[in-house]
């Protein structure tokens, strides 16, 4: 009776039967509070936010049961602005994961759709990047680089090395299963254009390794997008690693980005980590120095991170952040998330806020 009061509740988006060997789940995660931003154009000003320690989710997943080891997989995921209630990023539904496969106990996993690719796979979600612990969404890369002018993007250098979860449309994605602590992975997106196969298709790897405590893995990515009637590329590379040692989990960071339409490039490294204070008290901080290159004007910025956080229970918790850049002279701060930079080369962000997850 629960398997099949399960399928009626999800059959507006699917269909559905009910084997014992199945299942279907509904989970998500929510955040939003009150930011202050000391500058943008030369103003501060106080706003609600949402979506900004963890991205406001709905996600559909399952799996099938289809014996000897091997199971078929699927994932639906929706981000939306709290705020307004609107799809995001581009206003459709799923725009964030859509994919279904194969997941096997001997060969890995093959899956097909909109996917992430091995910057979010190998480096965030291998907990190599301190953003996972602090502000999230602020505390991924921008700064003083619009002139790195990437493709379809809102600041030309938002999330610029993709950690915060950019799909590959069209893709086909393999991930290997751990032989003695390695992993390994590889997708392809197809771009789909008539006579030319290789045009708006993207490309990433990425090898991971895990040991105790210890976890390290490296990834690159390569999107082609036209621009212009002009066809380039957009690359990203990066390696990080992780180590927890009793309450405390540090990480370290480094990840790099080449617009090849331009020759613009921006590298940065990351040191961070969390302390588990008490099972409901975590703080947790991050610094990072990111370069760019004289075609982004020989720019450079510092950014400084801290957040404390409540467990009010294990789904839900309240906190307290700080974030602060600083970059050159003559340059224009701008931390992530923040669609106007500000007027100065300095920017500060603090915010309370509440996440729970489902």
Same mark, same amino acid.
């Given at each position: 009776?629960?398997?099949?009061?399960?399928?009626?509740?999800?059959?507006?988006?699917?269909?559905?039967?009910?084997?014992?060997?199945?299942?279907?789940?509904?989970?998500?995660?929510?955040?939003?509070?009150?930011?202050?931003?000391?500058?943008?154009?030369?103003?501060?000003?106080?706003?609600?936010?949402?979506?900004?320690?963890?991205?406001?989710?709905?996600?559909?997943?399952?799996?099938?049961?289809?014996?000897?080891?091997? %199971?078929?997989?699927?994932?639906?995921?929706?981000?939306?602005?709290?705020?307004?209630?609107?799809?995001?990023?581009?206003?459709?539904?799923?725009?964030?994961?859509?994919?279904?496969?194969?997941?096997?106990?001997?060969?890995?996993?093959?899956?097909?759709?909109?996917?992430?690719?091995?910057?979010?796979?190998?480096?965030?979600?291998?907990?190599?990047?301190?953003?996972?612990?602090?502000?999230?969404?602020?505390?991924?890369?921008?700064?003083?680089?619009?002139?790195?002018?990437?493709?379809?993007?809102?600041?030309?250098?938002?999330? @610029?090395?993709?950690?915060?979860?950019?799909?590959?449309?069209?893709?086909?994605?393999?991930?290997?299963?751990?032989?003695?602590?390695?992993?390994?992975?590889?997708?392809?997106?197809?771009?789909?254009?008539?006579?030319?196969?290789?045009?708006?298709?993207?490309?990433?790897?990425?090898?991971?390794?895990? %040991?105790?405590?210890?976890?390290?893995?490296?990834?690159?990515?390569?999107?082609?997008?036209?621009?212009?009637?002009?066809?380039?590329?957009?690359?990203? @590379?990066?390696?990080?690693?992780?180590?927890?040692?009793?309450?405390?989990?540090?990480?370290?960071?480094?990840?790099?980005?080449?617009?090849?339409?331009?020759?613009?490039?921006?590298?940065?490294?990351?040191?961070?980590?969390? @302390?588990?204070?008490?099972?409901? @008290?975590?703080?947790?901080?991050?610094?990072?120095?990111?370069?760019?290159?004289?075609?982004?004007?020989?720019? %450079?910025?510092?950014?400084?991170?801290?957040?404390?956080?409540?467990?009010?229970?294990?789904?839900?918790?309240?906190?307290?952040?700080?974030?602060?850049?600083?970059?050159?002279?003559?340059?224009?701060?701008?931390?992530?998330?923040?669609?106007?930079?500000?007027?100065?080369?300095?920017?500060?962000?603090?915010?309370?806020?509440?996440?729970?997850?489902?």
């Amino acid at each position: 009776m629960k398997a099949k009061a399960l399928c009626a509740a999800a059959a507006l988006l699917f269909a559905c039967h009910a084997y014992a060997q199945s299942n279907v789940t509904l989970s998500g995660m929510l955040d939003a509070g009150v930011s202050y931003v000391s500058n943008e154009a030369g103003s501060h000003v106080l706003k609600f936010d949402d979506g900004i320690a963890v991205p406001n989710l709905l996600m559909f997943s399952g799996q099938e049961d289809l014996g000897g080891g091997t %199971h078929a997989v699927f994932k639906l995921t929706n981000q939306f602005e709290m705020g307004t209630g609107s799809f995001m990023p581009g206003g459709s539904l799923f725009s964030r994961e859509a994919f279904v496969g194969l997941d096997d106990n001997r060969f890995g996993k093959l899956t097909f759709g909109n996917q992430y690719d091995f910057m979010t796979d190998s480096l965030f979600f291998g907990l190599n990047d301190a953003a996972i612990y602090t502000q999230g969404i602020y505390d991924f890369r921008n700064g003083p680089f619009a002139k790195l002018a990437l493709p379809n993007n809102p600041t030309g250098a938002f999330d @610029w090395d993709r950690m915060a979860g950019v799909a590959v449309n069209n893709s086909v994605k393999y991930q290997s299963v751990s032989y003695g602590g390695f992993s390994a992975g590889a997708m392809y997106g197809f771009g789909g254009v008539a006579g030319s196969f290789g045009s708006n298709s993207g490309a990433s790897a990425g090898i991971n390794y895990t %040991h105790g405590a210890f976890g390290a893995a490296a990834a690159y990515t390569e999107v082609k997008t036209a621009v212009s009637g002009v066809q380039d590329s957009v690359r990203n @590379w990066g390696v990080g690693a992780h180590y927890r040692i009793g309450s405390v989990t540090a990480t370290a960071l480094y990840t790099a980005v080449r617009n090849e339409l331009n020759g613009a490039q921006v590298w940065q490294t990351e040191f961070g980590g969390l @302390w588990q204070i008490a099972p409901e @008290w975590s703080l947790s901080g991050a610094y990072m120095y990111m370069k760019g290159n004289d075609v982004v004007d020989n720019n %450079h910025a510092h950014q400084l991170t801290a957040m404390l956080n409540y467990q009010l229970s294990k789904r839900t918790g309240v906190y307290v952040a700080g974030l602060y850049q600083r970059a050159n002279q003559g340059a224009n701060a701008q931390i992530n998330d923040v669609m106007v930079a500000s007027g100065s080369a300095s920017q500060f962000i603090g915010r309370i806020g509440v996440q729970t997850r489902f």
